[in-house]
Nanobody, 132 residues
Framework: QVQLVESGGGLVQAGGSLRLSCVAS?????????????VAWFRQSPGKEREFVSA????????HNSEFVKGRFTISRDNAKNTVYLQMNNLKPEDTAVYYC????????????????????WGQGTQVTVSS
């Protein structure tokens, strides 16, 4: 099955930066076509619902959650490495959450789904903690 592994989380002070990575693999496929999939980042804080952060399509089309990203985050992908990155700058305490990457089974999907039920595969998450 498809596996997603997040990394790059940690503890930073407000105003600091982190780069999260999401590496995809499929034990059944030697050349998994991760590059053809929409990949999204979500986050979840204790007691809150999981919320959309950012996503990128196979063609590089990007959408961010305009409520809190506001130019601070950048999503990108390295298809050769089956990896999607989330560069987070100027972090704030309210960014503290577990960050998850997700993808789905559809290839060459141009439309980005900002709801978590639009995704089929999820990683285990990486903790981001921002201190004041």
């Amino acid at each position: 099955q498809v596996q997603l592994v997040e990394s790059g989380g940690g503890l930073v002070q407000a105003g600091g930066s982190l780069r999260l990575s999401c590496v995809a693999s499929d034990r059944m496929l030697r050349d998994y076509d991760f590059s053809s999939r929409v990949v999204a980042w979500f986050r979840q804080s204790p007691g809150k619902e999981r919320e959309f952060v950012s996503a990128i399509t196979y063609s590089g089309n990007v959408i961010h959650n305009s409520e809190f990203v506001k130019g601070r985050f950048t999503i990108s992908r390295d298809n050769a490495k089956n990896t999607v990155y989330l560069q987070m700058n100027n972090l704030k305490p309210e960014d503290t959450a577990v960050y998850y990457c997700a993808t789905n089974t559809e290839r060459y999907k141009a439309m980005i789904n900002t709801s978590e039920n639009g995704y089929d595969y999820w990683g285990q998450g990486t903790q981001v903690t921002v201190s004041s």
